[in-house]
T-cell receptor, first 114, second 114 residues
Framework: AQRVTQPEKLLSVFKGAPVELKCNYSYSGSPELFWYVQYSRQRLQLLLRHISRESIKGFTADLNKGETSFHLKKPFAQEEDSAMYYCALSDSNAGGTSYGKLTFGQGTILTVHP | NAGVTQTPKFQVLKTGQSMTLQCAQDMNHEYMSWYRQDPGMGLRLIHYSVGAGITDQGEVPNGYNVSRSTTEDFPLRLLSAAPSQTSVYFC?????????????FGPGTRLTVT
């Protein structure tokens, strides 16, 4: 069965410091991985997806198949980055309409102090 | 576009009561799903649907029923509420049939069962 693990429940950094939110996965196939973010009083929204290899709000994430990891990184954290972050994996093995099924990690609450 | 809407925002039930959480989307997405969010456990998939008339179970389906009579609506029914169903419930929709499909989430329903 597929699984996503975020080992840190809480992560605190100071403004301007680098931040890395860890995500490890287990999946028997070619994974599709995402980072979703939930800011205070806002709905859960997509931050980035590995298939796009994009940088959003200064965040990047590289898929490392050897280490089965998809860590989220930002070189200089900002106070507005404080939020709950979820790593998620899409069940794409079966193809067709299965891409919508997501398995989420436990989430990491990031707090950026001024 | 309203996106994904959910009603009610808050609900308190007594053990044994039944209720329906409403979810609607106006993006013509084929794929819709229900998740529950619990502290330390992330989001877990309850039920999902790949189109009108087609539903399937997710990771934690017990105690919940769904139906999909239209593309727009995907209600979640609690048959006999239990305290273990106290949670925040999120509805989501996506195209679901292509790699990297973004899930669009509703604002959530906070349910307390006493």
């Amino acid at each position: 069965a597929q699984r996503v693990t975020q080992p840190e429940k809480l992560l605190s950094v100071f403004k301007g410091a680098p931040v890395e939110l860890k995500c490890n996965y287990s999946y028997s196939g070619s994974p599709e991985l995402f980072w979703y973010v939930q800011y205070s009083r806002q709905r859960l929204q997509l931050l980035l997806r590995h298939i796009s290899r994009e940088s959003i709000k200064g965040f990047t994430a590289d898929l490392n198949k050897g280490e089965t990891s998809f860590h989220l990184k930002k070189p200089f954290a900002q106070e507005e980055d404080s939020a709950m972050y979820y790593c998620a994996l899409s069940d794409s093995n079966a193809g067709g309409t299965s891409y919508g099924k997501l398995t989420f990690g436990q989430g990491t609450i990031l707090t950026v102090h001024p | 576009n309203a996106g994904v809407t959910q009603t009610p925002k808050f609900q308190v039930l007594k053990t044994g009561q039944s209720m329906t959480l409403q979810c609607a989307q106006d993006m013509n997405h084929e794929y819709m799903s229900w998740y529950r969010q619990d502290p330390g456990m992330g989001l877990r998939l309850i039920h999902y649907s790949v189109g009108a008339g087609i539903t399937d179970q997710g990771e934690v389906p017990n105690g919940y029923n769904v139906s999909r009579s239209t593309t727009e609506d995907f209600p979640l029914r609690l048959l006999s509420a239990a305290p273990s169903q106290t949670s925040v419930y999120f509805c989501a929709s996506s195209y679901g049939d292509r790699p990297g499909s973004e899930q669009y989430f509703g604002p959530g329903t906070r349910l307390t069962v006493t």
